[in-house]
């Protein structure tokens, strides 16, 4: 398990979805029958323009490799979302709001997912999310959670892998951290946390046509 401190547009986003792909490549491709049992990984993102756009770039970097990746968000229907991970789609990528309906509704089960990334954690937290992660975590098998005293770890078993990225690491974080991840590594890059990167040009511009806003 890992949590990583970084800014914002410092490369988190492939930080995260390359060791994902690596460890999905390993494993058979869903079928209708295997897709029964739910995604192999999910991902949490606080908005859907960064869901859709983190599943845009999942696309980029599995291409050739037949991992295929659904975004769950708002604003769609979920009942064309629930048909297409009924279809089977290894990795489910999704705000925690849509992610939480489609259990509720059983649209999606988590029964194999043994990869979970939450990405903008403190994000998600400010905009109260935080039941409704905390709930996703909890609808997984807890014989898949890595025991807290290491004598009882088992080196035959897979136990799930869970990474937490934040660009800043409040109590909030840190204890739902402390919940979920077992003995996790810390890795922060950077020096002013919470900051965006000096390689992002922010711009604003006013917009004042409903044709420009559509834009």
């Known amino acids: 398990d890992m949590v990583g401190i970084a800014q914002t547009g410092s490369g988190k986003t492939c930080a995260f979805l390359l060791p994902l792909l690596v460890y999905i490549d390993k494993l058979p491709r869903l079928?209708?029958?295997l897709a029964q049992?739910?995604?192999y990984a999910i991902c949490m993102a606080p908005s859907r323009e960064?869901?859709?756009q983190i599943a845009g770039e999942c696309d980029k970097l599995s291409r050739g490799l037949n991992i295929r990746n659904v975004a769950i968000v708002g604003g769609l229907s979920i009942q064309d979302q629930g048909?297409?991970?009924r279809e089977g789609a290894e990795i489910i990528i999704a705000t925690p709001g849509r992610l939480f309906d489609c259990i509720e509704r059983r649209y999606l089960v988590l029964n194999q997912c043994n990869y979970v990334v939450l990405d903008e954690a403190d994000r998600m937290i400010d905009m109260n999310f935080e039941p409704q992660i905390v709930k996703i975590l909890e609808a997984m098998p807890s014989s898949n959670m890595r025991p807290l005293e290491e004598d009882k770890w088992d080196d035959n078993k897979t136990y799930r892998q869970?990474?937490?990225f934040s660009a800043t690491m409040p109590l909030?974080?840190?204890l739902l951290a402390k919940k979920y991840l077992r003995n996790p590594i810390f890795i922060s890059i950077g020096d002013r946390a919470g900051n965006a990167?000096?390689?992002v040009t922010q711009t604003i511009v006013w917009v004042t046509s409903d044709n420009q806003k559509r834009q």
């Open 172 to 174: 909030k974080v840190e």
């Open 50 to 52: 960064l869901a859709q």
């Open 83 to 85: 048909f297409f991970i």
């Open 197 to 199: 990167a000096n390689t």
């Open 162 to 164: 869970t990474t937490m």
């Open 31 to 33: 079928t209708p029958v």
């Open 37 to 39: 049992d739910g995604p």
